[in-house]
């Protein structure tokens, strides 16, 4: 397509939200609108705006001078504290429903929008519960559990059956990025865990229980996706996997990880995540003084994401984690055949922390 086009990127701090905004802006095809509470690092070619998606007629009043929006990508999402348990509780299904439906409200009094992107992930398959199938494929029967997925997804079927709008769902694995304090984003939980064992002298050993297979996708691959499907006719109206295209396990990946870090990996060092970070402030502020880092909180740092490790690393669990492998050829066969080898998604976003001053230089 030519000409500009106008997207908003709902949840534009998170780990795939952060990556779209400057994806779609790399772009000089689109005006790129950052929605989010919190405030981004400025960018040429992006405009930011602060609003809360839960406030119906605040977010209608904030939008209305926006003009006509033609894509929007919806990244967005409402956790309790403490992340998992809120996972299967009607109320936050309720509030990410709503969020959504307020968005797409005020967005379509514009009478422009084309195509919506949304999110889901393996809960999907109900991997939160019980074990899944090997490879999960998107036309299994949905699985029968209480999900906002399936709020969201009645809802955005329903408006396009409604007045044509087109839409695009994405089901990532475990998504690697560069978004700080957010809930769910393993790579600065990692990266601040290696910066205080190098700084109290402790052995940066895997923190985790049984190893187990599982797959990864960088946020660079899932933008690049997302920005192909807002105008292929071939991801219309479709629900995607997508991973990187390996798979790997933590124990396998924890050495080139203590590289990425600078550190000499060790042999395994359980250790609750959870817990221990958190009580681990007042190193860290004096570890970023003395690097002269950016962020000497450590909950801006690592939002939820600490309690979302413990799970991934099967952490005080004595057996691993179910399989938890999809297919990506339904995507493939689409068009889209963007691959990234993990080992180089955690060095690269490992090391671009470190450029951003969020973790400490490990050449110095």
């Known amino acids: 397509m030519t000409g500009r086009r106008k997207v908003v990127i709902a949840g534009a701090t998170g780990v ?5 905004v400057e994806r779609f802006a790399a772009n000089g095809d689109w ?9 981004i690092d400025p960018r040429p070619g992006v405009r930011h705006i602060s609003a809360d998606l839960r406030d119906e007629d605040g977010l209608e009043e904030t939008l209305a001078a926006l003009g006509p929006v033609s894509h929007l990508v919806y990244a967005a999402v409402y956790e309790k504290p403490g992340l998992i348990a809120g996972w299967t509780e009607r109320d936050q299904m309720e509030t990410n429903d709503r969020m959504l439906r307020n968005l797409v409200g005020a ?16 809960k999907a398959y109900g991997a939160h519960l019980h074990a899944i199938p090997v490879p999960a494929r998107e036309g299994l029967p949905r699985d029968p559990h209480e999900n906002f997925y399936w709020l969201q997804e009645d809802f955005i079927r329903q408006e396009a059956a409604r007045t044509g709008l087109r839409w695009t769902i994405w089901r990532p694995q475990l998504i690697l990025g560069g978004a700080i304090g957010v809930a769910m984003n393993l790579i600065p939980v990692i990266g601040v865990f290696g910066a205080l064992c190098r700084e109290l002298d402790r052995p ?5 229980g ?5 797959e990864a996708v960088d946020a660079r691959i899932l933008a690049e996706a997302i920005e192909w499907a807002a105008d292929a006719p071939e991801a219309s109206g479709e629900i995607f996997n997508i991973t990187n295209g390996d798979v790997f396990s933590w124990r396998d990946s924890w050495s080139s990880i203590a590289e990425a870090l600078g550190l000499e990996p060790v042999a395994d060092a359980p250790l609750e995540l959870g817990t221990w970070l958190p009580a681990m402030q007042a190193e860290w502020e004096a570890l970023a003084r003395r690097h002269g880092l950016r962020e000497p909180r450590m909950a801006a740092m690592i939002g939820q994401s600490h309690f979302y490790a413990d799970r991934c690393f099967a952490t005080g669990r004595s057996d691993p984690l179910p399989a938890r492998l999809v297919s990506t050829i339904k995507l493939r066969k689409a068009g889209f055949g963007a691959v990234c080898d993990t080992a180089d998604t955690f060095r690269y976003w490992l090391g671009r922390l470190a450029a951003e001053r969020y973790l400490p230089d490990v050449k110095g």
């Open 16 to 20: 795939v939200g952060l990556s779209c």
């Open 31 to 39: 005006d790129v609108v950052a929605l989010a509470r919190r405030g």
């Open 107 to 122: 967005l379509q009094k514009q009478g422009a929008l084309q195509h919506v992107t949304l999110l889901q992930g393996t």
């Open 204 to 208: 940066f050993g895997f923190p985790g």
């Open 210 to 214: 049984p190893d187990f297979v599982w």
